[in-house]
């Protein structure tokens, strides 16, 4: 689902302008007191538009309360502080997805002089430019990537922390024996759930004992 972008309401845009208009802009902006309705506003949109469904790890919280969604900055605005109220930078994230992707750098080019425009430009799967299922496969609580956005994505927002703590893994999630495993048993057929039971219940090894397991 590509999202619509917010429309902001006639205050929050002069708001908006307004900073846009300074030349020196910094985050800290955000948490300012004056800005609250605005951040309700875009969560309110978001919220609504997504679904109520994280725009990285897509599952589902039927709450529309505040404090349970993060409004979420694709191009950090600690970062890029220019980009803070960009429609198209905007969405919201559980908050185990935001703590996650914290500030890394998402865009190809870091020193782009305006917002992208084009998924191209993003190293991670993007709301506004990006079917997510074009790049990440779900079953259940396992994901799985299509594309090298995609498991830029699940690795940038541990999307199989679930995994992790739920069924237990063989491999930490920083382990590439993880992601190889997923795709070899998807390309023998198997359902990723059908892989979450395969890989479930290990303790991470690196011993000869520790691969014959993992072959049985």
Request: with cysteine.
């Amino acid at each position: 689902m590509v999202l619509n972008p917010v429309v902001y309401c006639e205050s929050s845009a002069a708001l908006v302008a307004r900073y846009d208009a300074e030349p020196d802009k910094v985050s800290t902006y955000w948490s300012d007191e004056e800005v609250n309705p605005v951040r309700l506003e875009i969560k309110a949109h978001y919220i609504k538009e997504q679904q109520h469904l994280c725009c990285y790890c897509r599952l589902p919280d039927p709450s529309t309360h505040g404090l349970d969604w993060d409004v979420e900055h694709v191009v950090s605005k600690k970062r890029r502080p220019e980009f803070m109220f960009t429609q198209v930078n905007l969405g919201v994230a559980c908050k185990e997805c935001n703590g996650s992707k914290r500030d890394k750098e998402t865009l190809v080019d870091p020193s782009a002089a305006t917002y992208p425009s084009s998924s191209d430009a993003f190293l991670v799967v993007h709301p506004h430019f990006d079917e997510w299922s074009d790049h990440i496969l779900r079953d259940d609580l396992t994901y799985a990537s299509f594309t090298v956005k995609g498991k830029w994505t699940i690795e940038a927002c541990r999307l199989n922390r679930f995994n992790e703590r739920v069924i237990g893994l063989r491999f930490p999630l920083s382990d590439s024996r993880y992601e190889d495993q997923v795709r070899s048993l998807l390309a023998d057929g198997s359902t990723l759930q059908e892989i979450a039971n395969h890989i479930q219940l290990s303790v991470p090894t690196d011993t000869a004992e520790g691969s014959d397991h993992l072959a049985s």
